[in-house]
């Protein structure tokens, strides 16, 4: 099924760290914001690397991120894919990444999840110019990685 994103960037003038998934899940584009499945660990973990409460509303994580000069995206615009299944993805429209840090400040761009690192690379790595950092997914459906592991590998965003 072809799927769009549905919902912008979630970026302000302070934002200096730039976090893309690869194109947001089923419950994300349903409810209009970035990592919103209740499995999905992404919140927990950003709120634990920064000692912060985990935030429950929307406008709460936006103010997490925002505090923490956090910017939100995705590589993909659109995209075939089955459900959430990023290993099924196929006829991507990548995002332009370009454009959108053009007149920011940010200097690093994590990327959540392997599909999201090789989107990444093939697609954008060559207009954007900033090497992507690797993360582990934080998705309900990565139960390779505990917990605590994932908050060690997150903690790379607090030290930059």
Same mark, same amino acid.
């Given at each position: +099924?072809?799927?769009?994103?549905?919902?912008?960037? &979630? =970026?302000?003038?302070?934002?200096?760290?730039?976090?893309?998934? /690869?194109i947001p899940s089923l419950k994300s584009r349903e409810l209009g914001f970035y &990592?919103?499945?209740?499995?999905?660990?992404?919140?927990?973990?950003? /709120?634990?690397?920064?000692?912060?409460?985990?935030?429950?509303? *929307?406008?709460?994580?936006?103010?997490?991120?925002?505090?923490?000069?956090?910017? *939100?995206?995705?590589? *993909?615009?659109?995209? !075939?894919?089955?459900?959430?299944?990023? /290993?099924?993805?196929?006829?991507? +429209?990548?995002? !332009?990444?370009?454009? *959108?840090?053009?007149?920011?400040? =940010?200097? &690093?761009?994590?990327?959540?999840?392997?599909?999201?690192?090789?989107?990444?690379?093939?697609?954008?790595?060559?207009?954007?110019?900033?090497?992507?950092?690797?993360?582990?997914?934080? /998705?309900?459906?990565?139960?390779?990685?505990?917990?605590?592991?994932?908050?060690?590998?997150?903690? =790379?965003?607090?030290?930059?």
């Amino acid at each position: +099924m072809r799927v769009n994103h549905e919902f912008g960037p &979630y =970026i302000n003038k302070d934002s200096r760290i730039l976090i893309l998934g /690869s194109i947001p899940s089923l419950k994300s584009r349903e409810l209009g914001f970035y &990592y919103m499945h209740p499995q999905n660990r992404f919140w927990k973990v950003i /709120s634990e690397v920064f000692g912060e409460i985990l935030p429950k509303t *929307l406008e709460e994580k936006k103010e997490l991120l925002k505090k923490h000069h956090i910017a *939100l995206w995705d590589v *993909l615009e659109s995209c !075939d894919i089955e459900g959430s299944s990023d /290993s099924s993805i196929k006829n991507p +429209m990548v995002n !332009d990444i370009k454009s *959108l840090i053009a007149n920011t400040d =940010i200097k &690093y761009i994590f990327v959540t999840g392997k599909k999201a690192l090789n989107l990444y690379n093939k697609y954008c790595l060559n207009d954007v110019k900033i090497e992507a950092i690797y993360l582990p997914s934080t /998705s309900g459906a990565n139960r390779q990685i505990s917990d605590e592991a994932l908050k060690r590998e997150y903690e =790379i965003i607090k030290k930059i």
